[in-house]
């Protein structure tokens, strides 16, 4: 059978409470990070782009460029992809991923690049 004594437990007991306080610490330190991380820029999300559009949205292939496109050009067309106005091989999976305020600022970091 299980068995414990009070004062055993005593003993040991202000360590587990100071390392519950400090896991608890870390949590919340993380959560207030992931906070302050969830304005992701245009530029952090368009670098993900860069692996199909390329480098700046110049892309080097079939994949259409996007750099220096209108911002509200872009805009318009990521919309289109994620309410499914517009279908594609694989941009309507990829646009409903974002939200319209990361959509937008997405499109004008591409707007700013220079087009090729």
Known sequence: MFSFSLTRLNEPCSRYVLRAGGLALLIFAGVS???????VTGATIGYTCMGCHGVNGQSPGPIPSIAGQSAERLTTQMMAYRDGSKSGTIMNRIAKGYTPEEIK??????????AK
Do not use: E, G, I, K
């Open 33 to 39: 990070v992931a906070s302050a991380n969830d304005s």
């Open 105 to 114: 600022a997405v499109a004008a970091f591409f707007a700013q690049q220079p």
